[in-house]
């Protein structure tokens, strides 16, 4: 690994790509997001994955990349209806049940029959990362957190340098009875940072609950089951805000902390480190706020790039900061079912599970 110091990069930033690779292929990537789709049980959805996400390059439904379906969910749910008469109309009604139906289906496809390998290269790569780095995870699975928490060397709870417990303390001091707190100070630092939410968070959406709408964050990083809520009794929902260019994220309030967090961490970070992240058009909004973020303080130096093609990844980035930023990119490729040339696998054991799985599939 002479190409980057991954124990004392600033911040790292996960990808679909880095837990595709670190479940050896048993997360999906954007393309194949829907390849466990059932139509029995998502009928509607499995409808309008075959009407807008195939075509002569994408023939099945296993073959869809969910972000062209998200992409026109979002355009339909804004549009005017004068736009839609005649061909698409008869989906406006059936708007909050695809979203109910793809929150569903993306909560079994990431928590079943999903598991990870001591030895896997990915595995592996994120453990050996410093407590001093960030990370801002674009997943909605529980890969990283699980890898994270169990890192030879990890103090949770009270005085914690866990990336998952200071996360969930984030989501804790962000809950304030209504009111967005925005002076986060350093709490971002060493932080696991989520801006879509997670399999493993759930909330209160009674409206006459004082926790309504505070994000919990399952301390076992487990994946979201129907507990109800503590304080009023009520049935939680899980907390995934789906990626489209104009992201709703007013729908979710409290995860403006993780945007805030995000935001500090980008502003701080000397080293970047892209991993299975090839920044898409449907995260302009990352890509707006690395380019705000990297111009404001000026203090990034190298961007790195785990990826399939790291060279092209590296280009967008260069295109979303400011060409005068002296910036030195590292390319690390990825070739598919390998192990990468530039790995070197540790001396000793990395990880510590407690005598258990890593996850546990359903």
């Known amino acids: 690994m002479d190409d980057w110091d991954f124990h004392g990069t600033s911040l790292v930033v996960l990808g679909a790509g880095f837990s595709y690779a670190a479940t050896d292929g048993g997360t999906p990537l954007m393309q194949g997001y829907f390849d466990r789709l059932n139509q029995r ?5 499995h409808k309008f994955v075959v009407q807008v996400g195939c075509d002569r390059s994408c023939p099945t439904v296993s073959d869809a990349n969910v972000e062209r379906v998200l992409l026109t969910l979002e355009q339909a749910r804004t549009a005017n209806a004068l736009m839609l008469d005649g061909w698409f109309e008869d989906w406006i009604p059936k708007l909050q049940v695809l979203r109910d139906q793809l929150g569903r289906y993306t909560l079994f496809r990431l928590s079943d029959q999903i598991s990870m390998d001591d030895e896997n290269w990915a595995v592996n790569l994120l453990a050996r990362t410093g407590f001093n780095t960030s990370y801002i995870s674009l997943n909605y699975d529980n890969i990283a957190e699980s890898i994270l928490s169990a890192r030879t060397g990890t103090v949770h709870c009270r005085n914690a340098n866990c990336p998952h417990c200071k996360m969930r303390r984030l989501l804790q001091f962000s809950c304030s009875c209504g009111e967005t707190r925005r002076d986060l100070g350093r709490r971002w630092h060493g932080s696991l940072i989520k801006l879509h939410g997670s399999i493993a968070w759930r909330r209160c959406v009674c409206e ?26 009520e049935a939680c929902v899980p907390v995934m805000v789906f990626p489209t260019m104009s992201k709703n994220l007013g729908e979710i309030p409290q995860i403006g902390t993780m945007w805030q967090a995000a935001r500090a961490a980008l502003e701080e ?21 690395m380019r705000n973020a990297c111009e404001k303080h000026r203090n ?14 590296l280009d967008r980035f260069r295109q979303a900061v400011n060409p005068t930023c002296d910036i030195e990119y590292v390319p690390l490729l ?24 890593p996850i546990q599939s359903n």
């Open 300 to 313: 990034l130096r190298r961007v790195g790039a785990i990826d399939l093609n790291p060279e092209q990844v």
């Open 208 to 233: 006459s609950c004082c926790a309504k709408e505070c994000i919990d964050a399952d301390c076992r990083c487990a994946p979201f089951s129907e507990i109800a809520c503590e304080y009023c009794g």
């Open 334 to 357: 990825v070739e598919p079912g390998k192990v990468p040339a530039w790995y070197r696998a540790p001396a000793s054991p990395a990880l510590e599970w407690c005598g258990q799985a």
């Open 41 to 45: 049980e998502y009928p509607d959805l």
């Open 269 to 289: 970070a000397e080293s970047i480190l892209l991993f299975g992240f090839s920044l898409p058009t449907s995260d302009e909004l990352l890509a707006q706020l």
